[in-house]
């Protein structure tokens, strides 16, 4: 008995332990990637800046020019398409190239509510139990009538928000949630439900 009992205990520990380390090596393994895209393309930016110079000065001067090349480029990219002529040149590269690319759309929609460049049509979160079950749903309300109590409340599903199922609900079948912000609804989403507790809780608390 004691020594199952100790064989439980270590391989417990020992699990608590992966489990507290794995995030950290996957976070560090990201960032290693992360760095080693951002270096595989400034490398050939800093070693034409170098045969250019012809000076013999240290690598990570190089680099920083480099990087600091690339940011400009984003810059003066971003100011292009913020005009007339530049919009209507990228919006039909757009149609006609990028939109035909395999997850372009969700993507390039993603991003954009995160950055906060499109603004998502939700007027707010609500939990809302479309099927009178009492299995609540994540939604958005998109359109009401709050004289009728009728409601158009966006469900998105998990991890893609831009695809979901759009229900009319009434008054009854919705909770309403007005201290939480869309974007934390709609991380809870993308994270299949991870962090649905802390979000959902902290606004119980709050009503309570």
Same mark, same amino acid.
């Given at each position: 008995? @004691? $020594?199952?009992?100790?064989?439980?205990?270590? #391989?417990?520990?020992?699990?608590?332990?992966?489990?507290?380390?794995?995030?950290?090596? /996957?976070?560090?393994?990201?960032?290693?990637?992360? /760095?080693?895209?951002?270096?595989?393309?400034?490398?050939?930016?800093?070693? !034409?800046?170098? %045969?250019?110079?012809? *000076?013999?000065?240290?690598?990570?001067?190089? #680099?920083?020019?480099?990087? !600091? !090349? =690339?940011?400009?480029?984003?810059?003066?990219?971003?100011?292009?398409?913020?005009?007339? &002529?530049?919009?209507?040149?990228?919006?039909?590269?757009?149609?006609?190239?990028?939109?035909?690319?395999?997850?372009? %759309?969700?993507?390039?929609?993603?991003?954009?509510?995160? %950055?906060? /460049? @499109?603004?998502?049509?939700?007027?707010?979160? =609500?939990?809302?139990?479309?099927?009178?079950?009492?299995?609540?749903?994540?939604?958005? &309300?998109?359109?009401?009538?709050?004289? %009728?109590?009728?409601?158009?409340?966006? =469900?998105?599903?998990?991890? #893609?928000?831009?695809?979901?199922?759009?229900?009319?609900?009434?008054?009854?079948?919705?909770?309403?949630?007005?201290?939480?912000?869309?974007?934390?609804? $709609?991380?809870? &989403?993308?994270? $299949?439900?991870?962090?649905?507790?802390? *979000?959902?809780?902290?606004?119980?608390?709050?009503?309570?």
């Amino acid at each position: 008995m @004691k $020594m199952k009992r100790l064989q439980n205990f270590i #391989n417990t520990t020992l699990l608590g332990g992966f489990i507290v380390l794995l995030p950290l090596a /996957i976070f560090a393994l990201l960032a290693k990637s992360l /760095i080693g895209v951002i270096n595989k393309m400034l490398k050939p930016i800093a070693l !034409l800046i170098h %045969s250019t110079l012809d *000076v013999e000065l240290p690598p990570l001067f190089y #680099n920083i020019i480099a990087f !600091l !090349l =690339v940011i400009s480029l984003f810059f003066f990219l971003g100011l292009f398409v913020r005009t007339r &002529i530049g919009k209507s040149i990228f919006d039909g590269f757009e149609r006609q190239y990028l939109s035909k690319l395999p997850f372009y %759309s969700a993507i390039k929609k993603t991003v954009q509510q995160f %950055s906060g /460049i @499109k603004k998502m049509p939700f007027s707010e979160v =609500v939990l809302v139990d479309a099927y009178g079950s009492g299995m609540l749903m994540t939604g958005f &309300i998109t359109d009401s009538d709050r004289a %009728s109590g009728h409601y158009t409340v966006f =469900v998105p599903t998990a991890p #893609n928000p831009t695809n979901g199922f759009i229900f009319h609900a009434q008054e009854h079948q919705i909770i309403h949630t007005p201290h939480i912000k869309t974007e934390d609804a $709609m991380r809870t &989403i993308i994270g $299949m439900g991870v962090g649905s507790e802390k *979000v959902f809780g902290l606004s119980k608390k709050k009503e309570g």
